[in-house]
């Protein structure tokens, strides 16, 4: 069974319900960021989201689901995952959207996230 490809109004819809993100660009290709900082964009292949997290968060997931997370020589340097809009699934994409807000907005921004959904 082919996987059905998350489409890019569900990865906005996700994006767009956390706090101060705001759309754009970046190099050509829809983007999202936190303030002024860069949080996601869909990559010019149209099939991968990169979405920048720290390194530790990023070895988890690729330790975990290999077919849906991955990186490419370019950005082994840099903290960001590649995600399979073919094979994530709309929760995973919410969690990782999430780990990508936390480490793009401030430290006020995170600690008023949380004490909310307390």
Known sequence: MKARRLSWAAVRRCFAS???????SSYGTPAFRVGK???????????????RIPFEERETLLAAAPRVFHVTDHYAGYPAVLVRLRAVKAADLARVAELGWRFAATTRAVAKWDAARR
């Not at 956390?18 to 754009?24: A, D, H, K």
């Open 37 to 51: 900082k860069f949080l996601a964009r869909l990559r010019e292949d149209g099939e991968d989201l990169v979405v």
């Open 18 to 24: 956390l706090p101060g993100v705001v759309e754009g």
